[in-house]
Nanobody
Framework: QVQLAESGGGLVQTGGSLRLSCATS????????MGWFRQAPGKEREFVAA????????IYADSVKGRFTISRDNTKSTVYLQMSSLKPEDTGVYYC???????????????????WGQGTQVTVSS
């Protein structure tokens, strides 16, 4: 069973940066496509970014393009989300998700990810 554990959340001022990490265990990381999602208070969970097994396919939500960068390190079984130029609307619980996938497969749909972490809180103060 794949297990995911996010870390790196916290409180930051507008314009600041944070790097989230998601460590995986219990599976073969190199066979997993990975995604980041977030949920703000009172709102539905939304897609943030995703990366394929092959590293070659990466997609972002329009709201974070140019500010966030997703990456993965297969030697550490970890996926990262580097967040810069943070805004108050980026506040929420950030979740890491994983799915067994084809080499170039990638998805922005939360329904396609069977494995989820517990989430890490990101709060951006104005």
């Amino acid at each position: 069973q794949v297990q995911l554990a996010e870390s790196g959340g916290g409180l930051v001022q507008t314009g600041g940066s944070l790097r989230l990490s998601c460590a995986t265990s219990g599976g073969t990381f190199s066979s997993l496509a990975m995604g980041w999602f977030r949920q703000a208070p009172g709102k539905e969970r939304e897609f943030v970014a995703a990366i394929s097994r092959s590293f070659g396919n990466i997609i972002y939500a329009d709201s974070v393009k140019g500010r966030f960068t997703i990456s993965r390190d297969n030697t550490k079984s970890t996926v990262y989300l580097q967040m810069s130029s943070l805004k108050p609307e980026d506040t929420g619980v950030y979740y890491c998700a994983a799915k067994t996938a084809g080499f170039h497969s990638i998805s922005a749909s939360s329904d396609e990810y069977p494995h989820w972490g517990q989430g890490t809180q990101v709060t951006v103060s104005s």
